[in-house]
């Protein structure tokens, strides 16, 4: 493992995915315990895609105290949640989530509604809930991926999704010409919000749209670049091959 800075991010590259999915692990297993300590439970928003399974996985190996712990979803696939393209079904299923003393705390985003931007209402409502009427709703810690394209959560480029501030949570159109079902999506306030951010990354593929990620520009060429904007800690956490050299 080594450890680099940028001007607003911490870096850590990890030399395996065995390495990556304990670094992970140990970083979400501590952003819950410090919100445990000092607030009496702990608020996680978990994102969907390849990369997270291990770290999942190696979560839940560990003794977290799930009785204090909400489980979010940052975005969700239009669809079932028994799909196999279900971010809820495979989260569960990596952190064992169906367990009873978890399941009552598990907060899955509705996507099988054919009116995304009511099951969008909903969550939000559930989160103003969860959170308080009148709160920031910061998460204690958020996992988020980034795409070749470099869009994170459901924020898609050339979609204007970025600049959506009016709501927490968005329903956001299918774009059948590159194989993508609508999806729901925490906006780009609430990611902003998280105390916690962990960026999760491996593979070359990745080594263009993180060197973007962290320069400014236009958001909706590279969505993630809304975490240039974070209030809270951002940790990339990624492989040899996802570190921007040039
Ligand atoms: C999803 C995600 C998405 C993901 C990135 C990276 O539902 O697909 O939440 O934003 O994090 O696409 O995905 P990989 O981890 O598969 O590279």
Redesign the pocket.
């Known amino acids: 493992m080594s450890e680099v800075s940028t001007a607003r991010f911490e870096v850590t590259v990890a030399e395996s995915e065995a390495e990556h999915a304990a670094l992970g692990a140990e970083i979400v297993a501590r952003a819950i315990d410090a919100a445990v300590r000092a607030r009496g439970s702990a608020r996680v928003a978990l994102?969907?895609?390849?990369?997270?399974g291990p770290v999942y996985r190696r979560l839940a190996q560990m003794a977290l105290p799930l009785d204090r712990i909400d489980w979010f979803w940052?975005?969700?696939?239009a669809g079932d949640p028994s799909s196999p393209r279900s971010?809820f079904r495979a989260a569960r299923a990596d952190l064992g989530l169906d367990r009873a003393d978890a399941a009552a705390r598990v907060h899955r985003m509705e996507a099988e509604d054919p009116d995304l931007a009511a099951a969008a209402a909903r969550y939000e409502a559930l989160l103003r809930r969860t959170f308080g009427v009148a709160s920031a709703v910061a998460f204690d810690v958020m996992t988020?991926?980034?795409?070749d394209d470099g869009?994170?959560?459901?924020l898609f480029p050339a979609t204007g999704a970025t600049a959506i501030d009016d709501r927490l949570v968005a329903a956001i159109g299918a774009q059948p010409a590159k194989g993508l079902e609508a999806?729901l999506t925490l906006t780009a306030p609430v990611l902003c919000e998280a105390r916690t951010v962990l960026f999760?990354?491996r593979?070359a593929g990745?080594q263009r749209p993180i060197a973007s990620a962290w320069s400014e520009g236009p958001e909706d060429e590279v969505p993630a670049r809304v975490l240039l904007r974070a209030q809270g800690r951002v940790v990339w956490l990624v492989d040899r091959d996802a570190y921007p050299t040039g």
């Open positions: 994102s969907g895609g390849s990369t997270p940052v975005d969700e696939r971010n988020l991926g980034i795409g869009h994170t959560a459901s999806r999760l990354a593979g990745k």
